[in-house]
């Protein structure tokens, strides 16, 4: 009874495994791979606890292959040796079957150790990441593997095994369970995805009944062991990527529910520095110039959550992500430094003209003497036409009024200053 019950409730066939219908319902592309026998070279992508280790388990158990397990993170060159040392061998009739897990954490060098006996078909790899393949895997690996992406559990199927697993304690163990309406779903929720934190949900609530062989579960119960939900959050992998991706988009996109969403998602994780700079950067670059005092506004804002800290910072940072989302939308300031930004990377720029640059006095050998700069100020309207770029770009155009009211209202004050028809 010491082996965990995640372990005793892992699934041992395909139809077992809870979500990744996307992969392995009927009729797909993986399965039908699998039901072949005939397995490639495969790189499982994903979070933890959605079955990745599990298929792997079943694989090596359908193709009958001697399955070999290294964990990128302490396995090391002579760890591939004395697994390459097992090859043609009573002990690997069939060849081998590697789950390398954590793939990421292998060096170029220990990942091309690999190649020859990949190649060869002599072993054949089931790598598993949670990092992007595309990323992380060097391109010899990758060429030589196909990917499959294995995508959070929803928390319906997590309830499945979570029931599963009541069952299975409540028969090991003689322990009577009475579920309160709902808790199975708040425990599958509270798991975040990862099958395996749901069933381990399960496996503490039987340890914290001591010699109780009847447990009431309630909501308050799971909220006090399971605190809150055990939400995918870290700062140097994909997820933290996505979920600032998704905040700015929606606020982008105008959609306030959304972004407040995201907004709790990084507040939750307690990531309130990338929250403020996505938000200040969304101000800037996505509303900019059809709402000016934007900006001030959401440094305000800003300020104020830093200064309160969590979680107070919520209720500034929710008033401006709002604002941000609700306002009209410009990108024209955007587009116009890029387009300046490009000119510069690809050498399009020049000599200052003499009218604008900060010195008083020519040399010899300048035939028209004398800067020339008119100065706008003592001009009707404080304008005056005159070259400000440099002659070789004299007639680059960067910025472009925006549709909106406050950019359309500044353009119709300049054509008329200007006498543009």
């Given at each position: ?60 158990t359908q193709t009958n292959r001697t399955l070999y397990k290294l964990n990128a993170t302490n ?53 598993s990441t949670t990092e992007n393949p595309y990323f992380y895997v060097y391109n010899a690996i ?175 940072l929710a008033n401006a992500v709002i604002l941000v989302a609700t306002s009209p939308k410009s ?91």
């Amino acid at each position: 009874m010491s082996t965990p019950l995640a372990d005793r409730l892992r699934p041992t066939s395909l139809d077992e495994i809870v979500g990744q219908e996307h992969l392995l319902g009927k009729g797909k592309t993986l399965r039908k791979i699998i039901e072949s026998g005939i397995i490639p070279n495969l790189i499982f992508y994903g979070p933890s606890g959605t079955g990745k280790t599990t298929l792997a388990n079943i694989i090596a158990t359908q193709t009958n292959r001697t399955l070999y397990k290294l964990n990128a993170t302490n396995a090391s060159i002579s760890d591939i040796k004395d697994m390459v040392s097992d090859l043609d061998t009573l002990m690997t009739p069939n060849g081998i079957l590697l789950y390398l897990d954590e793939i990421q954490y292998f060096n170029k060098k220990q990942q091309q150790s690999l190649l020859e006996y990949l190649e060869s078909g002599q072993i054949t790899m089931i790598a598993s990441t949670t990092e992007n393949p595309y990323f992380y895997v060097y391109n010899a690996i990758l060429s030589r593997c196909s990917v499959f992406e294995f995508k959070e559990v929803s928390p319906e199927n997590i309830e499945k095994a979570v029931l599963r697993a009541f069952d299975i304690v409540s028969k090991e163990l003689g322990i009577k369970f009475s579920l309160e309406d709902g808790v199975s779903l708040q425990i599958a929720r509270a798991a975040g995805g990862d099958v395996r934190k749901g069933i381990n949900t399960v496996e503490l609530i039987s340890l914290a009944a001591g010699t109780n062989k009847k447990i009431k579960v309630t909501t308050e119960l799971i909220t006090e062991l399971c605190g809150h939900t055990a939400m995918r959050y870290d700062k140097a992998d994909d997820d933290h990527y996505d979920i600032l991706s998704a905040y700015q988009k929606s606020m982008r996109g105008s959609d306030p529910d959304a972004a407040l969403h995201y907004l709790a998602r990084l507040l939750e994780a307690g990531d309130l520095i990338s929250a403020i700079r996505r938000l200040l950067i969304c101000a800037c670059e996505d509303v900019g110039l059809a709402y000016p005092q934007i900006i001030p506004i959401v440094k305000s804002a800003c300020d104020i959550a830093l200064q309160v800290g969590l979680p107070e910072a919520q209720i500034p940072l929710a008033n401006a992500v709002i604002l941000v989302a609700t306002s009209p939308k410009s990108n024209s300031a955007y587009l116009g430094i890029k387009s300046a930004m490009d000119d510069i990377a690809s050498g399009k720029s020049g000599p200052i003209p003499r009218t604008l640059q900060n010195k008083h006095f020519d040399g010899e050998d300048n035939q028209s003497k004398g800067q020339f700069y008119e100065y706008p100020h003592t001009y009707p309207n404080h304008w005056i036409a005159q070259q400000y770029l440099p002659d070789a770009i004299k007639n680059a155009k960067y910025y472009e009024y925006g549709k909106n009211k406050f950019e359309q209202a500044t353009k119709a004050y300049w054509d008329t200053i200007k006498d543009k028809k």
